[in-house]
């Protein structure tokens, strides 16, 4: 008796999202198998525990070979040994080259070195991921940092052309970019409340608005190192604190504008000195490596902290640095508007971003 049966034949390269996500997170296939056995999937697919086991192998082993594509994922599309759609492409690359807020925020901001790499252990065992997930995530930033240091063009930009991300993926990249390469601080116990999304929400304001691409968008590093001349005009901004009519004047024009708009007014019009020495000196010291590194312990220290201690709300520090940079354009004898004007809509844009309640 004949039997006639219908094959069909695909060369489709089967990933499973969830047990990619598990080789992502550094798991062993021993237990990748126990998590997806605890996950119920032999009871949904009806497998045997050694079925189990050999798709799992079997499933790693291709996203060991699939690194070495991930790794440069322009040519992850053209290349023949796997047919993987489109669709699932981008998710493979999006899924490798994303990265646990927790790892981020250990690691920001510190040169991506072979001694950083060497303290992994550490921040494996405070965050609690692995560490093959731990190295992974930074060979990733090393890589990204180390082919974009050499174009021109937007940095955001050219990661995304580069590593196929989308884009807030590619924008968070341009900041993990930037810190490296300016060195800033992150790790002091004063700056532990801030996250890296916070942080990164800065670094997007002074690539957009201090760097060198901010003004020629056609220089090599446009986007990761702080336009030179424009921290040196920095320095004319002491006008404001060294001139003591000029201080008046500023302190006069602020508290007007402020006067029956919040509760807090008298501490406003005490700590009016104060914060302007605090946020013109930040301006001021900015040509000075350290104080570029300390910037964001700068703005926490000398108006972040004070505000805070007055028991500020976020609705009045806008307000506060709303007419605080406002009444300086209005100042005769003051002659450098369109500085402050660079200069203060990213310092009002951090302190808002930083300033948790």
């Known amino acids: 008796m004949s039997v006639e049966l219908d094959v069909f034949v695909g060369n489709t390269t089967i990933m499973d999202k969830e047990v990619y996500q598990l080789w992502l997170n550094g798991y062993t296939v021993n237990d990748a198998v126990k998590v997806r056995m605890e996950g119920g999937v032999m009871e949904e697919c009806e497998a045997s525990a050694e079925v189990l086991l050999s798709d799992t192998m079997d499933q790693f082993r291709t996203f060991q070979m699939c690194e070495r594509l991930l790794q440069n994922p322009a040519k992850l599309a053209n290349q023949l040994l796997f047919q993987i759609p489109p669709d699932r492409q981008a998710m493979l690359i999006e899924r490798y080259y994303a990265f646990a807020d927790a790892f981020v925020r250990e690691v920001l901001g510190k040169k991506l070195s072979k001694g950083t790499k060497k303290d992994l252990d550490d921040v494996s065992a405070k965050t609690g991921i692995t560490l093959k997930s731990c190295r992974r995530q930074f060979d990733n930033f090393k890589r990204v940092f180390k082919v974009v240091e050499e174009l021109k063009g937007p940095l955001v930009e ?20 930037f810190f490296a390469n300016n060195r800033f601080e992150t790790g002091k116990k004063k700056l532990q409340y801030l996250t890296f999304q916070d942080f990164a929400f800065c670094a997007g304001q002074l690539i957009n608005n201090w760097t060198v691409g901010a003004v020629d968008n056609m220089v090599e590093d446009m986007d990761v190192d702080l336009d030179k001349e424009f921290l040196q005009d920095l320095k004319d901004l002491k006008i404001l604190i060294a001139d003591k009519d000029l201080l008046d004047q500023h302190k006069s024009l602020v508290c007007v504008a402020l006067r029956g708009k919040t509760k ?23 040509t000075n490596p350290k104080d570029v590194r300390d910037f964001f312990i700068d703005l926490v220290e000398k108006f972040i902290e004070p505000c805070k201690s007055d028991r500020w709300t976020a609705t009045d520090v806008n307000l506060y640095l709303t ?9 005769d004898s003051f002659k450098y508007q369109t500085v402050w004007t660079r200069y203060m809509g990213v310092i009002k844009s951090c302190i808002l971003r930083m300033y948790h309640e």
């Open 158 to 177: 050219n990661i995304r052309q580069h590593f196929l991300l989308p884009d807030q993926l590619a924008r968070d990249y341009a900041a993990i970019v």
């Open 264 to 286: 807090v007014f008298n501490e406003m019009e005490t700590n009016f000195k104060n914060l302007s020495r605090g946020l013109v000196n930040i301006a001021a010291k900015l």
């Open 323 to 331: 007419h605080y940079t406002n009444s300086a354009h209005i100042l």
